[in-house]
């Protein structure tokens, strides 16, 4: 087999290794001498202005724990014992006979991060979000001394959480109230960074009709309803007016939010992203300018992409910028993701050139005889292979292989590409010789694209002629996973598109948002060519879909397997540096456990050390127990920790819950209709254990508890719909219908979503009312909410059919009894599924009833069962679903989650017998 990796014999140790290197004439400094390359200086940091306020901090306190800020003595100061100069930091001190704890910080931002860690491991206190497992917190009888000065550092500048589509998953509904319980806690677990798109559709509609003539209704038909803003936000990948148009009203009320919500920001240290102008514009704009470039337009035939090299790009440029900042003010910081998904451009679009190269020929040195060079390039397996040096070394020195730094020669005569730092030798009987590429920095670095470069130039000098010199760009990784953007897959052609971007920005101030759906880091792919910094964050999942997932181990090494922490890859640049670590779901109302490893990275000087141990401490600490170790506790979280937390899942729920049928989950589910894998045996277990530790856990239960417990039992419960959704799928996918399969396989399918629903339907966080209730909440008293798709309606009305077509086939059905029934983008997706009592019942398990209904008809008519006329009962069923604005729908938890837990797992434990 190939050497990758190989350790030398005993006797080669690193004194040995460099006297034969060096006698082999290979420098012991091979690491350091790749080369010279022209290097960007600077580093991103952290907007300086926002120091925030002490009171804003006592405010905070009090609002989480009356009567508590007087226990502390808050400052705010320049720094920290031991900490270089620079650095955010806290310091936790006692200040002695006064009893009170003080604490120190850089900004507001580091004081309340110091307040959070106190509560915390102080005084065993659980800060959450309300859908995200809730808070304990209380006010002691005598608060806990520090002991000990313990003075912690940011390990990066930035700790950010939430992406452009949690404002529409998570956060859309959210009124002051909800969003000052929100920024208490991203400021308590110590988060200064975070999207900032609210308000903006105000901002627009002043100078689209003010400045550029578009019509009332050109704007508000255009621009999508509340729950589907990311996407008219977002250049338009989904099309526009989805569940609008948009009302005035809305428009205004977000637009005061948002003033409410930035000003809490900066008080607290706080960096909100605003949004710059990416291009999108409705295609009303287009024909009053009479522009002469037009293309088609996109999806939909409604939206305008503006090239930003366009002059018009520059005019609405500057009126969007010069307007958002006078009404909003401006914290340095803009999220603008040009061309995320433009499928289309209104100008010209650069051909795709496959043989972009570096200007700079790769140089060689060697041959280095008796020596390998370990470690596949690109991470191959096995290493790219050719039939001659020559062939290697021209593969090696393109950008093909953009991390291979020399050849290995293999007794068999293949040249094998190879991606190590330096020469290792080896006996003289392996017969193996090396070559390296000198100059590695240099020849790898790619000329920007000048097409893209221009574009840049233009899209960041409106932001800069508007902010100055310090304005950051921030921009999204996922741009770099999708088609249609000119920057994926990587490839030569990709990567100087992207330093096209990067050139015309000052060194620091443009900032990728690492967004890999596990964490495992984009930076990885790219390479880090020419020095861009990254803020290292994991996507997780689509849609807020529910799962327990995440491979704690993998994130829990965010962000120190990454530069500036680890060695650079082979020919990065050094600027290239991780500058921000957090989370980046499209919706946020699930796993607290994972989003939480990385939070606490932003004030750790390294990984966690044992994960098992770091999951039962919090576990105790959100139970308020405080008498040692429970061993019931302890059993359930680390088997989460060996099943759930030690698995990347899909980001998008694949289960039998919300989709007919699921689709089996071998790894952590069931390996087939009938047997759990080893993972789901152990999340089996845990919920026993939990249910078994609930008679130590204080009455009534604390949300933390009551959270966990409910949400183990739908993790087992909804991996157990899967066989069954399958099952009955199977019966209705017969020739001939056979009416008591179907009959029994339809009742074992929706007994189950029922038992979901109840167990669910004990815990707020798991209960669709809530979320209705609050769409409607937003809608109040407006009238304005006029000319929709179905008909006029009251501004509440208008906000829950927002809230629940997202929830159900995302695009709202709009022609149930069409001769085509379907959504209005025409696409049924079910994508933002959720498995929240209400929503089970009302909505999943009556189209399971319709499917068996219509099967039944089928079967007595003798003939297969009928999928035309199915598409059009389901259409009608999603329709009155989406329109049951009289719906009661419950607001408060009914019924004790041990005791439906208790009956549950008896009920189903013949389905577990294997385990």
């Not at 939990?690 to 949400?711: G, H, K, M, Q, R």
Request: glycine content about 10%; some cysteine; hydrophobic content about 40%.
């Amino acid at each position: 087999s190939p050497r990758v990796t190989r350790s030398p014999p005993m006797m080669m140790g690193k004194t040995f290794c460099r006297v034969l290197l060096t006698a082999l004439g290979i420098s012991a400094g091979f690491a350091s001498a790749l080369g010279s390359r022209p290097e960007r200086t600077g580093t991103a940091t952290f907007p300086e202005h926002l120091a925030g306020t002490v009171s804003a901090v006592e405010d905070l306190l009090e609002r989480l724990i009356p009567k508590s800020a007087s226990h502390f003595e808050l400052a705010i100061g320049a720094g920290c014992a031991g900490i270089p100069p620079g650095k955010a930091c806290f310091t936790l001190a006692d200040t002695g006979t006064s009893g009170k704890v003080a604490i120190t910080g850089t900004t507001a931002s580091e004081l309340t991060a110091g307040v959070g860690v106190y509560l915390r491991e102080w005084c065993n206190m659980t800060v959450g979000w309300r859908r995200g497992g809730g808070s304990r917190v209380f006010l002691p009888t005598q608060w806990p001394v520090v002991g000990q000065p313990v003075v912690r550092a940011r390990s990066v500048p930035y700790s950010h959480v939430t992406q452009v589509c949690t404002h529409s998953y998570t956060l859309v509904w959210h009124d002051w109230g909800q969003w000052e319980e929100f920024i208490d806690w991203m400021a308590l677990v110590g988060h200064n960074s975070i999207i900032a798109p609210t308000g903006q559709e105000e901002v627009q509609y002043k100078i689209l009709t003010e400045e550029f003539g578009v019509a009332d209704m050109d704007v508000r038909n255009w621009t999508n309803g509340p729950a589907f803003l990311t996407w008219s936000r977002g250049q338009n990948g989904h099309g526009s007016g989805i569940a609008g148009p948009l009302p005035r009203s809305f428009m205004q009320n977000q637009w005061a939010l948002q003033k409410q919500i930035l000003a809490r920001y900066r008080e607290i240290g706080i960096a909100g992203h605003l949004p710059a102008f990416q291009g999108n514009a409705p295609w009303a704009l287009a024909a009053l300018q009479d522009h002469d470039k037009k293309q088609s337009p996109g999806h939909a035939g409604d939206t305008a992409w503006i090239d930003s090299r366009d002059p018009l790009y520059t005019r609405v440029a500057d009126a969007w910028l010069k307007q958002l900042i006078a009404d909003f003010g401006t914290d340095h910081v803009w999220q603008m993701d040009a061309y995320f998904a433009n499928g289309t451009s209104w100008g010209e679009t650069p051909p795709l050139d496959a043989g972009v190269e570096s200007v700079v020929a790769c140089e060689w040195a060697g041959p280095f005889p008796n020596t390998y060079i370990e470690g596949c390039a690109n991470g191959s397996s096995p290493c790219p292979s050719f039939a001659s040096l020559a062939a290697a070394q021209a593969a090696c020195g393109s950008m093909k292989y953009p991390d291979c730094t020399g050849v290995t020669v293999r007794k068999s005569g293949s040249v094998e590409l190879r991606g190590g730092v330096e020469p290792i030798p080896v006996p003289v009987a392996d017969a193996e010789t090396s070559y390296t590429i000198t100059n590695v920095f240099a020849c790898r670095v790619l000329p920007p694209d000048p097409v893209w470069q221009a574009r840049a130039e233009a899209a960041y000098g409106a932001i800069a002629r508007a902010d100055g010199p310090t304005a950051r760009w921030v921009y999204q990784g996922y741009a770099l996973k999708i088609g249609g953007t000119g920057l994926t897959p990587f490839s030569p052609a990709a990567l100087s598109r992207l330093h096209g971007f990067t050139s015309v920005v000052p060194a620091g101030n443009f900032i990728i948002m690492d967004m890999d759906a596990h964490g495992n880091g984009q930076w990885k792919d790219w390479r880090g060519t020419w020095g861009v910094p990254y803020m290292w964050t994991a996507l997780h999942t689509y849609g807020g879909s529910m799962s327990i997932k995440g491979n704690l181990s993998n994130v829990n090494n965010i962000p120190w397997a990454g530069p500036p922490f680890s060695t650079a890859p082979p020919g990065a640049d050094p600027a290239t540096v991780g500058v921000g670590v957090g989370y980046t779901p499209e919706g946020l109302d699930q796993n607290p456990t994972y989003y939480e490893v990385l939070q606490e990275a932003a004030f750790r000087s390294g990984p966690i050390r044992n994960i098992t141990a770091w999951l039962v401490t919090r576990a105790h600490r959100r139970y308020g127990l405080v008498d040692g170790i429970d061993s019931r506790v302890a059993a359930a979280w680390a088997d989460l920790g060996a099943s759930g937390y030690a698995y990347d899942g899909p980001v998008l729920d694949p289960l039998g819950v919300g989709i007919l049928p699921g689709a089996i989950q071998p790894l952590v589910g069931f390996r087939n209709l009938n047997t759990p894998s080893a993972g789901l045996c152990l999340e089996w277990r845990a919920w026993g254990s939990l249910v078994d530790a609930a008679s130590i856990v204080a009455t009534p239960f604390p949300e933390p508890f009551s959270y966990d417990l409910v949400n183990i039992g739908r993790e087992v419960l909804a991996h157990l719909s899967t066989p069954l959704s399958v099952n009955f799928s199977k019966a209705m996918a017969e020739p001939t219908l056979d009416v008591g399969r179907l009959n029994a396989t339809a009742a074992l399918y929706t007994t189950l979503l029922l038992d979901l629903d109840d167990l669910l339907g004990t815990d707020t966080a798991f209960m669709l009312g809530p979320w209705l209730a609050a769409a409607r909440a937003l809608g109040g008293n407006a009238t304005d909410c006029t000319d929709t798709l179905i008909g006029d309606l009251h501004c509440a009305d208008f906000m829950e059919w927002n809230a629940r077509s997202q929830l159900t086939t995302w695009y709202p059905t709009i022609n149930p009894n069409g001769s085509t029934p379907g959504q209005q983008g025409g696409r049924d997706m079910d994508y933002a599924r959720k498995q929240w009592s209400g929503l089970i019942k009302g909505f999943y398990v009556a189209r399971a009833n319709i499917y068996l209904d219509q099967a039944l008809l089928d079967a007595a008519g003798g003939h297969p069962f009928n999928i035309d006329t199915m598409k059009h009962r389901e259409a009608e069923h999603t329709f009155a679903w989406q329109t049951s604005f009289n719906e009661s729908v419950p607001t408060e938890p009914t019924g004790d989650p041990v005791a439906i837990s208790t009956s549950l797992r008896a009920k189903y434990a013949v389905h577990f017998s294997m385990c």
